[in-house]
């Protein structure tokens, strides 16, 4: 069963459990589920607060007839080495799923998933469109947002050819680029509170976002610095490009705020 679909019989107790106020972990134990998989099929299908059986088992098949031809395989250098395929095949089409949930589009979930999974940690333009079966104008958009996001950089390959790279330290870039960003817009709120006054609705309303998004950068990057230090990695600095601070050339804002 572990490794089966979900059937409908098992959506509805789903549907029901998540009602009484069961955890993922709970449902998974009675229904003799893994937890990532009862965790996915809520998360893909609306949430605790929406999640429909019937409509997600739907959803489903409908899903699966429209995708089966873009089926996520494992990492194209990486034959072998007492790897289990059908494990690796599972692991990949999840991790693809748990993206996608998260808000990425499906290409470009397909194309981090592949590039993660290959043990070099890199593939050319060419060899992603010949693994995924996509288009290289599919290939280009989904790296233009990886690389935009921090998930993954270029590199020179022989002749004209570009590699496209993701380090070891590839989750650590995202994060500190998500926790950059939001100091941004929590600077750029706390100047629109001058701008528009605060004691008007509106800045005090940006007044509040800005102060508790600053608040959330902050601890965000003491939290990552924390776990960099439990691990052995924090060597006292951040490394360049990582201290989450604006870059030089972004726009300050007005400098109304406190």
């Not at 972990?25 to 429909?52: F, M, Q, W």
């Not at 089966?68 to 799923?97: I, K, L, Y």
């Not at 001058?194 to 601890?219: C, D, H, I, N, Y």
Request: neutral net charge.
């Amino acid at each position: 069963m572990p490794g089966e679909r979900l059937n409908q019989a098992e959506r509805r107790r789903i549907a029901e459990a998540l009602a009484e106020g069961a955890s993922y972990a709970a449902i998974a134990r009675e229904l003799g589920r893994p937890k990532s998989t009862v965790s996915r099929e809520v998360l893909r299908n609306g949430g605790p607060g929406r999640y429909d059986a019937a409509r997600a088992h739907a959803d489903t098949i409908a899903r699966a007839r429209r995708t089966a031809p873009e089926v996520t395989r494992p990492a194209p250098d990486a034959p072998g080495r007492g790897r289990d395929p059908r494990a690796v095949r599972a692991f990949t089409g999840m991790f693809n799923e748990l993206l996608v949930a998260g808000g990425m589009t499906r290409m470009t979930a397909r194309v981090l998933t592949c590039l993660y999974t290959t043990d070099s940690g890199s593939l050319t333009a060419a060899e992603l469109v010949a693994w995924l079966k996509i288009s290289p104008a599919s290939v280009s958009t989904a790296v233009g947002f990886l690389e935009g996001q921090g998930l993954l950089r270029r590199e020179r390959a022989d002749g004209r050819r570009e590699r496209y790279v993701v380090d070891d330290d590839v989750w650590l870039r995202a994060l500190v680029e998500t926790a950059r960003v939001n100091r941004i817009l929590a600077d750029a709120a706390i100047d629109g509170a001058g701008a528009f006054g605060q004691a008007t609705p509106t800045g005090a309303r940006l007044e509040r976002f800005g102060r508790f998004l600053g608040k959330v950068s902050e601890e965000m990057m003491a939290s990552i610095e924390r776990s960099l230090v439990e691990a052995g990695e924090w060597q006292g600095e951040w490394p360049e490009g990582l201290s989450g601070e604006r870059r030089e050339g972004e726009v300050d804002g007005a400098g109304a705020g406190g």
